[in-house]
């Protein structure tokens, strides 16, 4: 089963060039294998899903976890203290972040894989259709409501968050000495700026062509959500929000931006990391990893920043909503010891002790309440949750990928020019086409 | 070897790569230790073998995949979906009281089970099979961290787990319902809210009576209501259905065909020029002009098609700032096109130089000299006499560079991902029959579609076999010239 599914992949990309260079192999004497695969640009694809991941085995272990690097430092001492306490065999496996989602599908149905993973909610979607993980019973009334929301699935809760982690704007204070109260003052003072030829770029936003994550507070300025929200904040993913009478109005925002530079497409990661890092930015809008990046972040660089909640498009306008991201732990529906699991959550992880300690190795504002209290004297910590509290969990059904991709597309149609309104009405159709919404 | 792999196909059930091992076996050993009458087949076994496994293999599975539904929702058995939606349907019944558990043995760890409870409110029960009883606080007595009464040893969770068949069928009857435990350290009274029955094939909600029936690999009730997760299901040739060969498909066909033989068609005459350039007698220090060209093929593609990609980014770009344009390099669809066979074109010559100053030093020069001799000027000696030859010995490079081209999934992706976009299609304008087939089996309407984008992979196939098929006998024409 396991060979099966890891063929899989592989066929699909590969057996088209493996059949075709095969043949010209087969068929061609003279010419060797290796000049016929190197054949007129690369090596044989690296990145593509042909070259397989394979992750850890189980051994001998009662309980299993599949972490990535910095959370495995966490875990480690916490599962061997379990381990002792409890007479248990405890392993904390590093798998790349990335890795883990679809190697808990692949693994798990064939006995393989781990009992608990540590990751983020919007895989839920995904993961639930999947059947690979399991719903658990956990009283969540310490934490904060966007991390329970954000791991309830289809009414059941699915994990047990421990982090938040969502982007603010981050001001240069040398350059903006005052907070600006509304989004207008923001436009002013960067376009200001770079009218004097004080900076390179008015606001770092980050587009690398567009992107919808950046842009979601600029789009919810108006009161647009990608889509309708139940009573409870849950998403109503039957209701698609991108051609609603506020969506169009904040399309027709973003093209104003766009055509007078507040916003340029052309602004990826590395640029904006740079010149926010480099004093030639005002404003950013980023998360945490910007400012904590150990070789190029704000910190790192000693730039003198402020974060703050992005300020709403009027005076006394509605709060911009950002995407929240949880992370959290999950317990793989295909664990024999879901039972064992359940109770190393609850009564282990489950902790204010546990939840300070992922806080010190992520720098992730704590989702646990209390926790959170304790280390929001940090003024970065602060400001990123002061800005999510506005917050709306990022959707995770599956069909995310689709509306992600329509709604980039619809951005880069307006930075090139074309009518925002129809950019906007054209991407909605093209999902509902898709997800039936 | 064979007999351990063997072990773990049939644990796993893999029937069809145990009998394709079985019979590469049986057919190994006969070849090898058969005597004389099989040596040729010594010879060919071995490649037929691999061809089979690494060829032959992959495109059936694709072949069978693009017949499923197999996708985000649809990737396990239905034996397995069915045991997960019952399973993932148990909770708390609706006033059930979330107790605390400790898990007790009666005298010795392995003596009889009993459960400790202990509500919201500190209330302490003894829980048994018989039912409950209310414990006082002053019965319970500390062992380390846990507590336990009397006569009974407190589990820990290395022994609970040990016993954990025997707790998960431990039930205390109590007036809210049976309690059982939910982990090893809380329990509470629960129902099931689906339940199967095999007889009709369905699922029926215990609550609410809805009715489940099987379709498409998920059961879905009479209002389109879906349970998760499904199973892979045989769907026939609905993918190819799906698949709409006439708009975005034929553009992006187009554009492959275009962007496959553009980048063979300049790769060599640029390395053909370059390579006639080298090959003169007259020029000085060859051998460095020669290294300082195999450059971009030596450099790993991955980090040079990232490089470009900087450069070319519109207004931070090195290309635009010193040019002092702001030429739309990646961010119109002309002009992207245009880039990505330009980078194509930087990274594919020094092969195309190679292998053409290889072929140049194999024809002799006694043709040339006669051909000028017989009163041949250089263009035609080159167009009569060096071309053709030179053409047989790399028409073979030449289509399968094609090939390889038209599955080009690293340039597309790393320079443009398929950009710009064109809206309310999957693919863009850049985007090749691969990259499109990628991004339909990761970014479809429903998360993975990985049974659409094997009937796209299919197709592709079909289409790079034709091709090559077609080429080989072409060449085959050149080959009698000589």
């Known amino acids: ?437 | 070897m064979a007999i351990f792999g063997l072990s773990v196909m049939v644990s796993h059930h893999d029937w069809a790569f145990a009998v394709f091992t079985v019979v590469s076996l049986v057919v190994i050993d006969a070849t090898y230790l058969g005597g004389r009458r099989w040596i040729p087949a010594k010879y060919l076994i071995p490649g037929t073998i691999f061809l089979a496994i690494f060829v032959l293999y992959p495109v059936a599975y694709t072949v069978y995949n693009s017949l499923t539904n197999y996708g985000t929702g649809n990737n396990l058995s239905k034996s397995q979906a069915i045991e997960l939606i019952q399973r993932n349907s148990i909770g708390a019944s609706s006033n059930a009281v979330k107790y605390k558990l400790q898990v007790l043995a009666k005298g010795s760890p392995t003596g009889e089970l009993a459960f400790l409870l202990t509500d919201a409110q500190g209330n302490v029960l003894l829980g048994t099979k018989q039912g409950t009883t209310p414990v006082a606080a002053g019965q319970i007595v500390k062992q380390g961290i846990r507590s336990t009464i009397e006569g009974y040893t407190a589990l820990n969770l290395g022994q609970a787990t040990s016993r954990q068949t025997e707790i998960q069928a431990f039930k205390v009857p109590s007036p809210a319902g049976e309690i059982s435990n939910d982990s090893l350290t809380s329990a509470f009274a629960k129902t099931q809210g689906i339940t199967y029955d095999a007889a009709s094939n369905t699922m029926t909600d215990t609550a609410t009576k809805t009715v489940y029936h099987e379709q498409d690999g998920s059961f879905v009730s009479d209002s389109g209501q879906r349970l998760l997760p499904g199973w892979r299901a045989f769907i026939g040739t609905r993918n190819y259905g799906r698949l709409q060969l006439t708009g975005t498909f034929l553009r992006v066909f187009l554009w492959t065909l275009v962007f496959a033989i553009g980048s063979v068609l300049l790769t060599f005459a640029l390395g053909l020029f370059l390579a006639i350039v080298f090959s003169s007698e007259r020029m000085k220090g060859k051998r460095w002009y020669r290294l300082a060209m195999v450059i971009p093929y030596a450099l790993p593609s991955f980090m040079t098609a990232l490089v470009w990609r900087g450069m070319f980014n519109q207004t931070f770009g090195v290309l635009n700032r010193y040019l002092g344009t702001s030429i739309p390099w990646l961010n119109q669809p002309n002009w992207a096109r245009a880039s990505i066979l330009l980078v194509n074109l930087w990274l594919g010559f020094p092969y195309m130089f190679l292998v053409c100053t290889g072929a140049l030093q194999g024809i002799p020069s006694d043709l040339k000299e006669a051909a000028v001799v017989d009163g041949a000027t250089g263009f035609t000696a080159f167009r009569r006499i060096t071309f053709p030859l030179l053409l047989i010995a790399v028409a073979p490079l030449l289509i399968a560079s094609f090939a390889f081209n038209f599955n080009n999934f690293n340039i597309v992706y790393l320079l443009t991902e398929g950009r710009p976009a064109v809206q309310g299609s999957d693919a863009g304008s850049t985007d090749i029959l691969i990259s499109y087939m990628y991004k339909i089996a990761f970014g479809g309407g429903r998360g993975a579609d990985y049974g659409l984008a094997s009937a796209l992979g299919v197709i592709i196939f079909l289409i790079v076999a034709a091709i090559s098929a077609f080429s080989f006998r072409y060449t085959k024409m050149f080959e009698e010239v000589r």
């Open chain 1, 1 to 437: 089963m396991r060979f099966r599914n890891s063929l899989a992949a592989a066929a699909l990309i590969t057996s088209m060039v493996a059949a075709a260079a095969a043949t010209a192999s087969a068929t061609t004497p003279g010419t060797t294998p290796g000049t016929t695969a190197g054949t007129a640009a690369a090596a044989p694809p690296a990145t593509t899903p042909t070259t397989e991941y394979v992750p850890p085995t189980r051994g001998d272990a009662d309980l299993v976890i599949w972490a990535d690097d910095t959370r495995k430092q966490v875990l480690d001492p916490l599962a061997e203290a379990f381990a002792k306490a409890e007479g248990v065999k405890v392993v904390v496996q590093l798998v790349p972040s990335d890795k883990i989602r679809d190697n808990l599908s692949k693994s798990g149905p064939a006995g393989e894989g781990p009992d608990i993973i540590v990751g983020a909610h919007d895989w839920l979607g995904e993961l639930v259709a999947n059947g690979a993980v399991a719903p658990l019973d956990i009283d969540l009334s310490g934490y904060a409501d966007v991390a329970k929301k954000a791991f309830t699935y289809d009414g059941k809760l699915y994990g047990l968050p421990y982090a938040i982690e969502n982007i603010a704007l981050i001001r240069n204070t040398d350059l903006v000495p005052d907070a600006p109260k509304t989004w207008a003052d923001v436009e002013k003072a960067a376009l200001d700026l770079k009218a004097a030829g004080k900076v390179d770029i008015p606001l770092a936003i980050q587009e690398g062509t567009a992107d919808p994550y950046h842009n979601y507070p600029l789009f919810t300025m108006t009161g647009a959500s990608v889509f309708a929200q139940n009573a409870d904040g849950t998403y109503d993913p039957t209701k698609l929000g991108l051609d609603t009478p506020e969506a169009l109005e904040s399309a027709k925002n973003f093209a104003k931006w766009s055509s007078e530079g507040l916003i340029n497409k052309d602004v990826n990661y590395d640029i904006m990391i740079e010149k926010f890092a480099s004093g030639k930015a005002p404003f950013a809008i980023t998360g945490p990893w910007a400012v904590n990046d150990a070789e190029r972040g704000f910190k790192a660089k000693g730039v003198k920043y402020a974060v703050e909640p992005i300020p709403p498009l009027t005076e006394g306008g509605k709060a911009p909503a950002v995407f929240v991201g949880v992370q959290g732990f999950m317990i793989s529906a295909f664990s024999k010891k879901a039972d064992l699991a359940k109770s190393f959550l609850s009564d282990y992880v489950n902790t204010e002790q546990v939840m300070l300690d992922l806080y010190k190795a992520g720098g992730r504002a704590p989702a646990m309440t209390s926790a959170f209290d304790k280390v929001k004297s940090d003024a970065d910590t602060a400001g990123f949750g002061a800005a999510g509290q506005s917050g709306q969990p990022m959707p995770a059904i599956p069909a995310m990928a689709s509306v992600w991709t329509a709604w980039t597309d619809a951005y880069t149609a307006i930075f090139s020019g074309s009518d925002p309104t129809k950019a906007f009405q054209d991407a909605a159709t093209a999902i509902r086409a898709k997800i039936g919404g």
